[in-house]
T-cell receptor, first 112, second 113 residues
Framework: AQRVTQPEKLLSVFKGAPVELKCNYS??????LFWYVQYSRQRLQLLLR??SRESIKGFTADLNKGETSFHLKKPFAQEEDSAMYYC??????????????FGQGTILTVHP | KAGVTQTPRYLIKTRGQQVTLSCSPISGHRSVSWYQQTPGQGLQFLFE???????NKGNFPGRFSGRQFSNSRSEMNVSTLELGDSALYLC????????????FGEGSRLTVL
């Protein structure tokens, strides 16, 4: 069975500090990993996907297949980064991206 | 472009009743997925529809059903409501091509009394 684990429910950092949101997964096939974010009073939205290898809003995430991890990192956190972050996976070999398995989410708070 | 629209936004039902939720995807998106969000279980996949066909189904009882119409609008139905069905039901439409991005609606918050 596939599973996504985000070990931290809450994460607090100060503005300008580095931040790392952890995500571990278990999946028997070839996974495709995503980070979704929900800012206050906004809809859940895609932040980044591992296959695009982009840096979005200063965030990066590297897929480590050996450690089955997909941690989200930013070197200098900003107050506007405060949000709920979800790690999610789907089958990379499938034809559908509609079925995602989500982690429980991490609430990031960036203090001034 | 208008985003994903879900109706109703809030509703209260009693045990044993049934409920129908509606989702209008972004224009041009042919695939729609539904998720249940609760504080205890988080976001859980219900089902996915593409071109009026159910493509994937999550581990929910048969009381949960859905359908998609020719205009890509989708509905989900929950029959014989239970207290545990109280949740935020999110609909997402999926962009074409191979981007894998889900565009979520604001959700329908169902309270079962």
């Amino acid at each position: 069975a596939q599973r996504v684990t985000q070990p931290e429910k809450l994460l607090s950092v100060f503005k300008g500090a580095p931040v790392e949101l952890k995500c571990n997964y278990s999946y028997s096939g070839s996974p495709e990993l995503f980070w979704y974010v929900q800012y206050s009073r906004q809809r859940l939205q895609l932040l980044l996907r591992h296959i695009s290898r982009e840096s979005i809003k200063g965030f990066t995430a590297d897929l480590n297949k050996g450690e089955t991890s997909f941690h989200l990192k930013k070197p200098f956190a900003q107050e506007e980064d405060s949000a709920m972050y979800y790690c999610a996976l789907t089958n990379a070999g499938g034809t559908s991206y509609g079925k995602l398995t989500f982690g429980q989410g991490t609430i990031l708070t960036v203090h001034p | 472009k208008a985003g994903v629209t879900q109706t109703p936004r809030y509703l209260i039902k009693t045990r044993g009743q049934q409920v129908t939720l509606s989702c209008s995807p972004i224009s041009g998106h042919r695939s729609v997925s539904w998720y249940q969000q609760t504080p205890g279980q988080g976001l859980q996949f219900l089902f996915e529809y593409f071109s009026e066909t159910q493509r994937n189904k999550g581990n929910f009882p048969g009381r949960f059903s859905g359908r998609q119409f020719s205009n890509s609008r989708s509905e989900m139905n929950v029959s014989t409501l239970e207290l545990g069905d109280s949740a935020l039901y999110l609909c997402a439409s999926i962009s074409g091509g191979n981007t894998g991005e889900l565009f979520f609606g604001e959700g329908s918050r169902l309270t079962v009394l």
